[in-house]
């Protein structure tokens, strides 16, 4: 609830956890923005949910630590019945040589001690040139493989940012050279720090960012194309939020719903790799079909 949007939102866990107390599952998986479990509601939601004999932990993964391009971090909540929570191992890792955290679990805080990246049996993380592989470079506009249509003043815009990386900063030192100071707004020039990722590029080397609602518009983030004068097109992002192309995105909705429906998602595999590490640690089979 970042927006500080009404209480009603604020108290949506409670239907959570009215759902739980009538399925009387083996086993639940929560997801929202990191910032839920510093909060009062998930404290007591945890402490009303353990009442109910759960074993309850929540911990903060990054979606590229599984295979995911995109480096996403979120909270994900596991509560079960059936002992200890079964987090699931990591199968990628940053191959930049940073540290990540965690002994055995990279999707931790990222502050602390951590394992070498380079560790035998973790993949490099998933780039951007693997996520579009195949995709043509100029958008076709077939099965939602297109972009915005932007301003002529936009476009100026995009060409003066750098390609893999560049950022507004660049951007603005480009048209001020080129006699276009005056499409730099006033926001962003009165603005020095701050709001980086505004108008920049993706880099092809590296996962996407976080991958949000509107994506499509590069003015909410960086969402240009890493060489290519437009924003990422709505498959581009849905390929970065790990959706196979054979995920049907109704051609008959409006793109910003679109749009909402892949930048509110759960990447299927980091979902399918919570499920699967859920499912081995439940007893039975009988298990099983009560958690689903």
């Known amino acids: ?35 839920l479990l510093g909060s009062a509601e998930y404290a007591e939601f945890r402490k009303r949910a353990e009442s109910l004999g759960f074993t309850v ?9 599984y295979g995911v391009p995109q480096r996403r971090r979120r909270a994900i909540v596991i509560g079960t019945r059936a002992g200890a929570i079964p987090w699931p191992a990591p199968t990628h890792a940053d191959p930049m040589g940073q540290l990540i955290p965690g002994p055995f679990v990279a999707h931790r805080a990222t502050k602390g ?13 998933m780039t951007f040139r693997e996520a579009v592989e195949g995709l043509p470079l100029q958008a076709d506009g077939r099965s939602w493989h297109r972009p915005r249509r932007p301003r002529p003043e ?3 815009r995009y060409k003066a940012v750098p390609r893999d990386g560049g950022d507004r900063f660049a951007m603005q030192r480009n048209l001020d050279r ?24 993706l880099w ?7 991958i949000r609602t509107e994506f499509y518009k590069p003015e909410k983030g960086r969402y ?3 060489s290519a004068h437009r924003p990422i097109t709505v498959r581009e992002a849905a390929r970065l939020m790990s959706f196979p192309d054979d995920f049907v ?44």
């Open 1 to 35: 609830n970042r927006e500080a949007v009404g209480f009603e939102r604020r108290g949506l866990w409670t239907e959570y956890l009215r759902a739980l107390e009538a399925v009387q599952p083996q086993a639940f998986v929560m997801e929202n923005v990191p910032e």
């Open 57 to 65: 932990e929540g911990e903060i993964l990054n979606a590229a630590d």
């Open 113 to 125: 001690p951590g394992i070498d990246p380079a560790a035998p049996g973790l993949a490099p993380w």
């Open 154 to 156: 936009s476009v100026r």
């Open 178 to 201: 080129a006699g276009l100071g005056d499409l730099v707004p006033n926001c962003w020039r009165n603005k020095p720090t701050g709001t980086t990722d505004v108008f920049g590029r």
């Open 204 to 210: 092809w080397d590296r996962p996407a960012l976080t």
């Open 224 to 226: 240009l194309h890493p």
């Open 249 to 292: 995105l109704p051609e008959d909705q409006s793109m910003s719903s679109i749009a909402r429906q892949v930048g509110n998602a759960v990447p299927p595999l980091l979902a399918q790799r919570i499920a699967e590490s859920l499912a081995a640690a439940l007893a039975s089979p009988s298990d099983l079909v009560a958690a689903a």
